[in-house]
């Protein structure tokens, strides 16, 4: 018996040991778990604690939050792109459309993000969650767009906002609605479409094979 007692000694006094950063990284890795199996409802302090073996206190001493905790699991499910400068916006584009695209098909990410948006229609605190996730997620894009404004390659009217959204949107929808391939070739030819100009020769034709029917003069009827 005294030898079992002082077996465990050790023990207890290592878990009490435990640095901030092996806490951190135990309840985090337990967080993820969680995300990764059953979404963000599935997440609650409790069960942080009971699996990884760290007290509720202390989990609340490092996040004031369960949000709070959320958010930083969630940043680093899939941490910011980094912007890339190739000196040329297709090329930067192209990059960061396949960095998204490959986390979409394998991240744990793109598991968790459905129950994010989900709970963010009912939670206001998860719904600034959600909108913080996405802007850091598309940064990036704004940030070589900004560069490639600066190299003279678009002008001022081109909306960046617009130019992200013709870019993530379809990413998106393949990976949640029609759960089609990602494949490179449909990414490098999203970009290019995304950075083409309207054709206004075809708009003008368009105009001109349909004109209005008001102020039209109706013509006599033939005897």
Not at 141 to 167: H, L, M, N, W
């Amino acid at each position: 018996m005294k030898s079992r007692l002082r077996d465990s000694k050790p023990v207890a006094a290592n878990a009490a040991r435990r640095s901030k950063d092996a806490v951190v990284a135990a309840t985090l890795a337990a967080t993820y778990e969680l995300l990764s199996e059953s979404g963000l409802g599935g997440v609650s302090i409790d069960e942080v604690s009971r699996r990884s073996g760290v007290a509720k206190t202390t989990i609340y001493r490092h996040w004031a939050t369960r949000t709070a905790l959320l958010l930083d699991a969630c940043s680093q499910l899939s941490p910011r792109p980094a912007a890339p400068d190739r000196g040329s916006l297709e090329a930067d584009l192209t990059e960061l459309a396949l960095v998204i695209a490959r986390r979409l098909h394998a991240g744990r990410w793109s598991s968790v993000i459905p129950s994010v948006i989900d709970a963010a229609e009912r939670d206001p605190e998860i719904a600034e969650l959600h909108s913080r996730l996405h802007a850091g997620m598309m940064s990036a894009f704004q940030t070589v767009i900004a560069q490639a404004r600066k190299r003279g390659e678009i002008g001022a009217e081109q909306d960046p906002t617009e130019i992200t959204a013709s870019i993530a949107g379809p990413l998106f929808y393949r990976r949640w609605f029609s759960r089609e391939p990602l494949d490179p070739e449909f990414v490098k030819g999203l970009v290019k479409r995304a950075l083409s100009p309207p054709d206004k020769t075809a708009a003008a034709g368009r105009r001109l094979r349909m004109p209005s029917r008001v102020g039209r003069k109706k013509l006599p009827a033939r005897p």
